[in-house]
């Protein structure tokens, strides 16, 4: 599996996730601007991995920075949070590694460190967050597995593999590890209009791990869903409220009323740095509205008629109750949300 986000040295590498398949081209980001912009653009996307290029981008910034005195790096850095902040509304992963890095930042500065101290601190929190990103997802792909039946057509939507994240990936993390553990499936990738994320994206990652997988339209789900020919659905998430309203790539409400409508479950993979209890429900969601031209345009083409307006939301509201269970490094979490999300925070108790 190619790596979805590197560091080397002072650069932070990632492949260009808007020309795949048909082309395999990394974007070298050496300042913190180029990884907000890297972000912003769609570069990379998933919510994972958009908080792990986050905290690359923080960590960079500050390593560049010719500030010599404490608190000119501070008031630095946290300009280069708010640039971070600004790129993407609606996925919580990003304020979630913009938090922690804030954290490691002002223990450093409580703990009296140098201004090179700082500059490694930060590099080693982006690294932790990293890592701990790959750990989750091979966690949750771990525990999801038990939810696959053998012989399986699972159906997921948009992509939520190893490209959304570090690597490994959360839904495709969960299909990775029904595999590994012996189970034969197969797999539908919705298109996932208007970006083609499950078309580009997600057949691309499974074709090159001899899974297989077949890409369908987002309108045929339904259609095969009545022939019986879907098992489970899979999917990420960009954020999970309190009461497990799940808010992922648009369309995704549209398959869970159809999985319910033909008594499939509906599951939905996500590390716990996704779920946000500080939001109570969906409805406190923000929904990011996204350039028109991508629902316009694909490629040079246009696609629809001068003067037509457009609405282009990148997500929508999946409410919990259409939700079998919630996938996470820590096991499968079931209703009622409200308990079980917040329990998942607790400190697992040892002998």
Not at 54 to 71: E, F, K, W
Not at 159 to 187: D, F, H, M, P, Q
Request: hydrophobic share 45%.
């Amino acid at each position: 599996m190619l790596p979805t986000i590197a560091r080397e040295g002072h650069v932070v590498v990632m492949i260009d996730q808007r020309k795949l398949p048909s082309k395999e081209i990394y974007v070298r980001c050496r300042t913190a601007p180029e990884v907000a912009r890297a972000i912003k653009t769609m570069v990379i996307r998933g919510a994972p991995a958009i908080g792990v290029a986050a905290a690359y981008g923080l960590a960079i910034g500050v390593r560049g920075s010719r500030m010599t005195g404490t608190q000119r790096l501070a008031a630095e850095f946290y300009k280069l949070c708010e640039l971070m902040a600004a790129t993407r509304p609606t996925a919580v992963n990003l304020f979630w590694a913009i938090e922690r890095m804030k954290r490691s930042f002002a223990a450093g500065v409580e703990a009296g460190e140098s201004v090179d101290q700082l500059k490694d601190r930060l590099d080693r929190e982006a690294e932790l967050i990293h890592d701990e990103d790959v750990a989750s997802c091979r966690a949750m792909g771990a525990h999801g597995a038990a939810v696959v039946p053998d012989e399986a057509c699972i159906l997921t939507h948009c992509n939520a593999g190893a490209l959304a994240t570090a690597g490994y990936g959360t839904a495709l993390g969960v299909i990775r590890g029904a595999v590994e553990a012996g189970k034969r499936i197969t797999v539908l990738a919705d298109e996932t209009r208007p970006f083609l994320q499950g078309a580009r994206l997600t057949a691309w990652e499974l074709v090159r791990d001899g899974i297989h997988t077949t890409v369908i339209t987002d309108n045929m789900a339904g259609a095969l869903m009545a022939r019986g020919l879907i098992d489970i659905v899979v999917v990420g998430a960009d954020r999970i409220a309190a009461n497990g309203d799940t808010a992922n790539k648009i369309g995704t409400y549209s398959v869970a009323i159809l999985a319910r409508e033909h008594r499939i479950p509906f599951y939905v993979a996500a590390p716990l740095s996704t779920i946000d209890l500080r939001t109570p429900d969906g409805s406190q969601i923000p929904i990011e509205e996204r350039n028109a031209r991508e629902v316009t345009h694909l490629g040079g083409s246009q696609l629809t008629p001068a003067g037509a307006h457009i609405r282009n939301p990148a997500f929508d509201v999946t409410p919990h109750h259409l939700i079998a269970g919630i996938i996470t490094e820590r096991g499968v979490f079931r209703a009622p949300f409200t308990d079980s999300l917040r329990s998942a925070f607790q400190p697992a108790i040892t002998a």
